[in-house]
């Protein structure tokens, strides 16, 4: 997909503002449509085996086509309609329904999710719970927002649960044993993980052999650090928005995850 007029390299901060309110508004217009499909809807499989249904198409084609009328030179890359490997400029990546199992399922943790990548770096995220009717938005510097309230993880005491696979639970057990955490999968859906990680209501999510993708990781991430929270990579050096290995986390959990990245990088070598 090739933007009509060429990328331009970046968005004022009014522009972003003006992209951020576009979007909720779209994910918001589809909120009824969700919640009356949830739990009710067929869907297909994609050739990496993940569901699909024609609802997360249509989100996806909605918000392209709507920021397409206000912003035409920045291009909108989603899930369904792809993107290539290799980017540049300011440009949006949209997951129009994350945790599509849970939206098949009638669980409420699946979200709407886009994020905003400029100077080679997460601008601006927008995440949705239609199901709760919450909206979090973060922006680069300016903190994250959850239905218009700031989010302070500084502030919030360290949760006693946090979000892991099943076959990382012992080896993380013995890791931060000092801190009392118990372990849980959670429901599906990173995006609302990383909500529950902003809000303080977990400690932490551990993306260790994660199979998404940048759109799936990305607003979260954003949305995580903007809270006062921490985003420490397990198999990079240094987090990117590309990062697919990262431990997203309260920050009172980032001196002991940083004295345990040797073991976590063990972790995240081993094969399923």
């Given at each position: 997909?090739?933007?009509?007029?060429?990328?331009?390299?970046?968005?004022?901060?009014?522009?972003?503002?003006?992209?951020?309110?576009?979007?909720?508004?779209?994910?918001?217009?589809?909120?009824?449509?969700?919640?009356?499909?949830?739990?009710?809807?067929?869907?297909?499989?994609?050739?990496?085996?993940?569901?699909?249904?024609?609802?997360?198409?249509?989100?996806?084609?909605?918000?392209?086509?709507?920021?397409?009328?206000?912003?035409?030179?920045?291009?909108?890359?989603?899930?369904?309609?792809?993107?290539?490997?290799?980017?540049?400029?300011?440009?949006?990546?949209?997951?129009?329904?994350?945790?599509?199992?849970?939206?098949?399922?009638?669980?409420?943790?699946?979200?709407?999710?886009?994020?905003?990548?400029?100077?080679?770096?997460?601008?601006?995220?927008?995440?949705?719970?239609?199901?709760?009717?919450?909206?979090?938005?973060?922006?680069?510097?300016?903190?994250?927002?959850?239905?218009?309230?700031?989010?302070?993880?500084?502030?919030?005491?360290?949760?006693?649960?946090?979000?892991?696979?099943?076959?990382?639970?012992?080896?993380?057990?013995?890791?931060?044993?000092?801190?009392?955490?118990?372990?849980?999968?959670?429901?599906?859906?990173?995006?609302?993980?990383?909500?529950?990680?902003?809000?303080?209501?977990?400690?932490?999510?551990?993306?260790?052999?994660?199979?998404?993708?940048?759109?799936?990781?990305a607003p979260g991430a954003l949305l995580v650090r903007?809270?006062?929270?921490?985003?420490?990579?397990?198999?990079?050096?240094?987090?990117?928005?590309?990062?697919?290995?990262?431990?997203?986390?309260?920050?009172?959990?980032?001196?002991?995850?940083?004295?345990?990245?040797?073991?976590?990088?063990?972790?995240?070598?081993?094969?399923?």
């Amino acid at each position: 997909m090739n933007p009509p007029h060429g990328p331009v390299s970046r968005l004022s901060a009014d522009q972003i503002d003006d992209a951020v309110l576009i979007i909720q508004d779209v994910f918001r217009h589809f909120r009824s449509h969700l919640l009356e499909q949830a739990g009710h809807i067929s869907h297909t499989s994609k050739e990496d085996g993940s569901p699909v249904t024609d609802t997360d198409i249509e989100v996806e084609l909605r918000l392209q086509a709507e920021l397409a009328r206000r912003f035409p030179d920045v291009p909108v890359f989603g899930e369904e309609t792809g993107y290539a490997a290799h980017l540049s400029g300011a440009f949006w990546l949209v997951d129009p329904i994350d945790g599509t199992k849970s939206f098949i399922e009638g669980i409420p943790a699946f979200t709407n999710m886009a994020v905003l990548i400029q100077d080679g770096e997460a601008a601006a995220a927008v995440i949705y719970n239609p199901s709760h009717n919450d909206m979090f938005i973060a922006r680069k510097g300016s903190g994250a927002y959850k239905n218009g309230a700031r989010l302070d993880l500084g502030a919030i005491p360290l949760p006693s649960i946090a979000l892991c696979k099943t076959c990382f639970m012992d080896d993380l057990d013995v890791m931060f044993a000092s801190k009392g955490i118990r372990y849980e999968t959670g429901d599906p859906g990173g995006g609302y993980g990383f909500t529950l990680v902003a809000e303080g209501l977990v400690a932490a999510r551990f993306q260790l052999h994660g199979n998404g993708y940048t759109h799936d990781y990305a607003p979260g991430a954003l949305l995580v650090r903007e809270a006062g929270g921490s985003i420490i990579p397990i198999k990079d050096d240094v987090y990117t928005y590309e990062s697919r290995s990262f431990v997203a986390c309260h920050p009172e959990l980032e001196s002991i995850v940083r004295a345990n990245l040797h073991a976590l990088r063990d972790l995240e070598n081993l094969k399923d």
